[in-house]
């Protein structure tokens, strides 16, 4: 591989270090991320299935590899869902309240193998799509309790429902961890919890009840885990007002700049899928749009006064114009942008990929994924922002 294999062990052996010891919560000051008072600049990957995955003992061990791997390559930070909701593939919840210990504790495997590998996780805790249960099966579960709901987003307003989300963030904070013997709210190798992935909310394109959601469920959040980071999950759509920047102008009920705004959210986060949202528009056109949104909520977090982090970006086979060679480039031109924002002072905190599989995973592949044990290009490129990212702390 193209890198020099001493500093590679090196970051090794500090991530070891890290996981041996007692690792410090990650805060913010103003624009930064800090640790121990001092900065926190980091690169990682997204991997949402990791929790399911640890839950079967004979594909436990693809959590570790893919720690081991990421760690070889600098990364210290992962997201992954903390999420598995009614019916859907290796259920945490199977009813409101009603928790399957098995799922469980493939999640207390994920969090004491982050640790012993000196990464820190963002752990999602409800997806807006219907993969995994979602909103929808929130909203199913209200109907179940006799609650008339006309749609799915009546998962932000309707009490039952919302009552239903909040014990479950209840019962994840406080979760005792039957590895590492800690409850997940006193445990720093936890990030930040992450209220939904990628919310939409339609049915109210004003943005007040999203809002509204936002800043009361983040408050609950912080009503029992005061340790812990909280971010929204956001796609960085913007609301009437800026909406110009939006792809195509479309608006979804959120507002990237008033939802950050909540006092009780402490970092600001964008996916950036040009190739999908822009699918008709030229090669030039996507790029044009990827700088451009990168570019405008930098200067936003910057205006708003907190920490911004890249949470899903990444190039798919399954669109034109694809090779291992483009995928490094343009890898390579978000993680540029990054680590110069950061480098100047400004709020980017780091960058995490879409996404990471192991060995044999192949049938879990979106078009994305990218298994660092066969990437050799992608992980030099990788390894490099790791190391200059990891300079500036």
């Excluded at 640890?54 to 600098?74: I, P, Q």
């Excluded at 013997?181 to 004003?206: G, R």
Aim: with cysteine; charged share 20%.
């Amino acid at each position: 591989m193209c890198r020099n294999t001493t500093l590679s062990i090196c970051f090794i052996l500090v991530a070891l270090l890290i996981g041996c010891s007692e690792s410090s919560f990650v805060k913010t000051s103003g624009n930064k991320f800090v640790r121990d008072g001092r900065p926190f600049y980091f690169n990682g990957f997204n991997a949402y299935w990791l929790m399911t995955t640890a839950s079967n003992s004979t594909t436990r061990y693809k959590v570790s590899d893919v720690f081991s791997e990421a760690s070889k390559n600098g990364m210290n930070v992962a997201r992954a869902w903390a999420f598995s909701d009614g019916g859907s593939y290796s259920p945490l919840q199977t009813y409101p309240g009603n928790y399957n210990q098995q799922t469980f504790s493939g999640l207390d495997f994920v969090v004491a193998e982050a640790k012993k590998y000196g990464i820190y996780l963002i752990l999602s805790l409800v997806n807006n799509w219907n993969d995994y249960g979602g909103k929808k099966q929130y909203v199913e579960w209200g109907r179940s309790k006799g609650q008339s709901l006309k749609n799915d987003d009546e998962f932000f307003t309707n009490s039952v429902v919302k009552g239903f989300y909040k014990n479950n963030i209840k019962t994840m904070l406080t979760r005792y961890n039957t590895i590492t013997k800690i409850a997940y709210k006193d445990d720093p190798t936890i990030l930040a919890w992450e209220l939904i992935n990628e919310p939409h909310c339609e049915s109210d394109l004003s943005g007040n009840t999203f809002q509204n959601w936002v800043a009361e469920m983040s408050g609950y959040v912080k009503s029992i885990d005061r340790n812990h980071l909280v971010e929204i999950g956001l796609e960085g759509y913007y609301g009437e007002s800026k909406k110009s920047v939006n792809p195509n102008g479309y608006i979804v009920g959120t507002d990237f700049i008033s939802n950050s705004r909540v006092p009780t959210i402490d970092f600001t986060t964008i996916h950036i899928y040009g190739e999908q949202w822009l699918s008709n528009a030229s090669y030039a056109a996507q790029a044009q749009f990827v700088n451009q949104w990168v570019q405008s909520h930098i200067s936003d977090s910057q205006s708003i006064g907190k920490p911004f982090v890249i949470s899903e970006f990444g190039k798919s086979y399954k669109y034109p114009g694809y090779s291992v060679g483009a995928r490094d480039s343009y890898l390579s031109e978000i993680y540029t942008s990054v680590y110069n924002c950061a480098k100047s002072g400004g709020p980017c905190g780091g960058a995490l990929f879409w996404q990471v599989l192991d060995l044999g995973m192949e049938n879990m592949g979106d078009g994305y994924e990218v298994v660092l044990q066969k990437s050799s290009s992608t992980d030099s490129i990788i390894y490099a922002q790791s190391k200059r990212m990891s300079s500036l702390n």
